[in-house]
């Protein structure tokens, strides 16, 4: 028994750090809302167009603001204090949440509407994403649990991609989608909350006077002449391209081919965030980034190996066991490129790099979103899952063997 604790409070240590254990804890809250109003607006937006490639459009929209703006956010978050932006996005996300909420709750919700509110969050998380794993590294003050607090960051995300689908699935088919953009308002107030209540030393912020096109460049030169930032950023982008995309077609096998509703779609992401939390918690439990490297290019193997399952299985059991299976591999593939990345970066640079993990991370993902829309319209879901999924074995080939 003890030694059981002894191995539970190795894999949870980040959480000794106050100031991360009341992040985790607000974030916890408010990634459940997140996922709730992710599923909700796939599922409004197929139920308003019926039409696959105006699912595409809308992840395609929510996601380019991330392609064009995060490398100018990540010099800011190297330039700013990162505890007050976080606020900013935060504060601005949920009032996003309740304007959708009120226009989907009112019933005068028009598809336009959706498509401007999504990019209007792709603006936020364009500076969001990259200030918060930024700033992962000040909320920890021993250097030798940052990678655990990564991964534990990986395991927050995973439960809320297990709990907000299920949860998103049952109100949608009680309530309507609004009650989903409403839950997810509220549960912003749990991680303002968190944010006012840290202690964060106030380090003194070298403001740099170089134009904010030669602070990009520099950081361009730095990653893309450091051999292994540039493998796994190349890798991450070519799978968030044609991989990650998947997600946005789901819909579609929950409806037309597993004859479902949105409950079914409700089970299938529930899926993929087990499958994905236990991803986390094999890596929380590593104790150095040793090996990583190698485990990068299987589990990107084994992700884009899912996808292909996926796309010829006819049955809902075996999809559902497909999916967890994708979700750990894809999991293991994200996380450990970010614990790679937070170790060997130079710490002026910490902010520029992670935003170009952002990019390569979501920024693509839009221009996957568009391709697999545009693709499942002409040849159908499942045949787009099979081409995407030869790309991802071709890309873990490609790293495997430049590593």
């Known amino acids: 028994m003890a030694s059981k604790m002894k191995k539970l409070k190795f894999i949870f240590r980040s959480l000794k750090h106050k100031n991360y254990k009341l992040f985790f804890g607000g974030q916890s809250v408010s990634l459940i809302g997140t996922w709730m109003q992710h599923i909700a607006m796939s599922w409004l937006v197929y139920r ?3 039409s696959a490639f105006l699912l595409g459009m809308v992840g395609f929209l929510g996601q380019i603001p991330t ?11 190297d330039r700013y204090n990162k505890h007050r932006i976080l606020m900013i996005t935060q504060v601005l996300a949920m009032l996003q949440a309740f304007v959708l909420a009120i226009l989907v709750l009112t019933d005068n919700i028009l598809v336009w509407e959706i498509f401007a509110l999504s990019m209007f969050l ?6 969001d994403v990259p200030v918060r794993n ?3 590294v000040e909320m920890i003050e021993k250097k030798e649990d940052l990678g655990n607090a990564i991964a534990l960051n990986s395991t927050m995300v995973t439960w809320a991609k297990l709990v907000g689908p299920t949860l998103a699935g049952f109100f949608i088919a009680s309530f309507g989608e609004g009650i989903c953009f409403l839950i997810n308002a509220v549960s912003y107030i749990a991680v303002i909350a968190s944010l006012l209540a840290m202690n964060i030393s106030r380090k003194k912020i070298k403001i740099s006077h170089q134009h904010i ?4 460049k520099d950081g361009f030169v730095y990653a893309f002449n450091f051999k292994p ?5 190349a890798l991450l982008a ?3 391209l044609m991989g990650v995309p998947y997600q946005i077609l789901l819909p579609i096998f929950a409806k037309d081919i597993f004859h479902g509703g949105p409950k079914t779609l409700g089970f299938l992401m529930a899926m993929a965030g087990i499958g994905a939390s236990m991803g986390a918690m094999y890596l929380a439990r590593r104790e150095s980034i040793v090996g990583l490297y190698k485990i990068i290019a299987i589990a990107s193997g084994a992700f884009g190996f899912g996808i292909i399952l996926f796309g010829l299985s006819k049955f809902l059991w075996l999809s559902m066991a497909i999916m967890c299976f994708i979700g750990f591999s894809m999991m293991v593939h994200v996380a450990a490129s970010n614990t790679i990345l937070q170790t060997i970066v130079d710490e002026n640079k910490r902010g520029r790099v992670m935003s170009f993990y952002t990019m390569a991370f979501m920024g693509m993902a839009p221009f996957g979103s568009l391709f697999a829309g545009s693709l ?10 099979l081409i995407t999924g030869v790309c991802c074995i071709i890309g873990a080939v490609w790293y495997f063997k430049k590593r």
């Open 122 to 127: 792709g603006l936020i998380n364009a500076f």
């Open 134 to 136: 930024a700033f992962t």
């Open 67 to 77: 392609f064009i703006l995060t490398p100018f956010a990540g010099v800011l978050v």
């Open 229 to 233: 930032i540039k493998h796994i950023l």
């Open 48 to 50: 308003l167009t019926n």
């Open 376 to 385: 499942a319209h002409k040849i159908g879901a499942p045949n787009t899952f």
């Open 213 to 216: 096109f030669k602070e990009l």
């Open 238 to 240: 070519l799978v968030s």
